[in-house]
């Protein structure tokens, strides 16, 4: 533990499962268990962390007990893992056989060693066969029994295929990286030349290594470096085919999906942003029954598949058209919002896109209610961009409403909160406030020009690159500002264009 607030970010990353494990684990020490559990729960009540706070309640001896309840908790939390966790199980059997092994019970330390390799050959963890390896090999050549020189080769010949698969594995986490890397330099390559390196530098290492992998775990990152590799290339054919063939390597392997389900989550959730950032929505509502027919185990992972499955199902609505099903889907964001612990700023990202598809579906009502939540109650500093994007939605909103008197007094403070916050007037988002600010004060016969006026300044931001643009807002304000000009509803326009 380095820092002061390493035993409070602990804490409040913990599930209530665990937290109840904790207490009653805690409870067993009798007075000294008492002591911490006072600490953890004062911890466990701030809503910010307050070390002076705890300094008046603890004492001088708050430095040592901080330390003493961090350690206390991941003792704790490896035994609660340990029920569920077959990785967990596997290192608490080889020091179990260690153990074993001090003792002279060499035929309970065979026993337990053998019960750890059969379920790290299940799990094709190469690492913890490996140690187990050496372990058995130790304990040969302590009993020497006879015919032990034959166990010796056959365990040198297992150590040699470990080490094999090991290497092969580790290598294709060396290229996943290396490719990962150039991803997120630049998503995708435009300049012919670096596509030509590309390809020479890994096309024919990639062909020649196509189902060639022996260990189960470097195949599924032979798929991940393949769906980089023609990331890069812009193929996105290629790209959908092993992403989707990484999910089903997870779907064929459920131990292995069990056991390391935020991976998976992972490479799901790479399939579904590679089908987002390629326009490929129709892909969405399939990989999506997937994600929501899994079977996460904690409430940490409920709560990420919770925000996988709303976050592209909102994409999904908002960018297909297909309005079936909206309804349901915001009761469960609004339960999810409060169900599961979510940080700031992807709660801030999953009500900006709820506002955004009740735009498109012109609910203003519901719009502005559900801005409000970011507007009034989520007051937080993160996602700046996000939160000068929704003053511009929901103007246009109150615009639509007819809301005069909320609409004046909504402009006069967001242009305040835009200078305070050091926007040029040049800005997309004070220019838009201005622009929607004459529209609303121009006499009913003016109003159409204006439109037009918006519909010129969006349409030049196209060639002024100079001017960011959060979230595409500038097609999304084209669209209203068409819609009404043409007298059309929104989403008309928008699934048209």
């Known amino acids: 533990m380095k820092s002061n607030i390493d035993l409070y970010n602990l804490i409040k990353a913990m599930s209530k499962s665990e937290k109840r494990y904790f207490t009653l684990d805690a409870q067993k020490t009798n007075r000294k268990g008492s002591k911490y559990l006072d600490l953890f729960q004062a911890i466990k009540d701030m809503d910010i962390y307050d ?136 998503f995708e390559l435009k300049d012919e030349k670096e596509k030509t390196n590309l390809r020479e530098k890994y096309a024919e290492f990639l062909e020649k290594a196509r189902g060639n992998t022996i260990s189960s775990r470097a195949q599924r990152r032979y798929f991940q470096c393949q769906a980089l590799y023609h990331q890069l290339l812009g193929d996105f054919d290629n790209v959908y085919k092993y992403y989707y063939m990484v999910v089903d390597w997870w779907n064929a392997n459920p131990k292995y999906r069990d056991e390391e389900f935020y991976r998976y989550i992972v490479d799901i959730s790479n399939l579904l942003h590679a089908c987002s950032v390629k326009g490929q929505y129709h892909y969405l509502p399939d990989l999506l029954q997937t994600l929501e027919s899994s079977s996460p185990k904690n409430i940490h992972d409920k709560g990420v598949v919770f925000q996988k499955v709303a976050i592209y199902k909102l994409m999904y609505h908002i960018n297909s058209g297909d309005f079936e099903g909206v309804d349901l889907l915001l009761d469960k964001i609004d339960v999810g919002l409060t169900q599961f612990r979510i940080s700031k700023g992807s709660k801030l990202v999953l009500i900006f896109n709820v506002v955004c598809l009740l735009f498109v579906f012109e609910d203003f009502k ?39 008197e909320e609409l004046e007094s909504t402009i006069r403070a967001y242009q305040r909160y835009f200078q305070k916050n050091g926007l040029s007037r040049d800005a997309f988002e004070f220019r838009m406030i ?64």
């Open 51 to 186: 070390e002076e706070k705890l300094k008046k309640k603890f004492g001088v001896g708050l430095p040592h007990d901080k330390i003493y309840l961090y350690e206390a908790i991941l003792r704790s939390m490896r035994d609660y893992r340990s029920s569920t966790s077959i990785s967990a199980q596997i290192r608490e059997m080889i020091l179990d056989s260690k153990y074993l092994y001090e003792r002279g019970l060499y035929e309970q330390c065979q026993d337990r060693l053998q019960t750890a390799r059969d379920l790290a050959r299940d799990l094709d963890d190469q690492l913890a066969l490996l140690e187990i390896n050496k372990e058995e090999r130790s304990l040969v050549w302590q009993n020497r029994k006879k015919y032990y020189e034959k166990d010796i080769d056959q365990l040198a010949n297992q150590s040699r295929l470990i080490r094999t698969s090991f290497s092969e594995e580790m290598l294709y986490l060396d290229l996943y990286e290396d490719l990962s890397k150039l991803v997120m330099r630049q």
């Open 366 to 404: 519901l719009c502005i209610s559900w801005a409000d939540r970011i507007l009034k109650k989520e007051k937080t500093s993160s996602r700046q961009d996000i939160q000068r994007a929704i003053r511009i939605v929901q103007v246009i909103a109150y615009l639509e409403m007819e809301m005069d």
């Open 434 to 497: 201005s622009h929607l600010n004459r529209y609303y004060l121009a006499p009913l016969n003016e109003q159409k020009q204006e439109l037009v006026n918006i519909q010129k300044y969006l349409t030049g931001l196209k060639e002024d690159k100079s001017v960011h643009i959060p979230f595409g807002l500038d097609d999304l304000f084209s669209y209203w500002a068409n819609a009404r000009l043409n007298k059309q509803p929104i989403r008309e326009v928008f699934y048209v264009s």
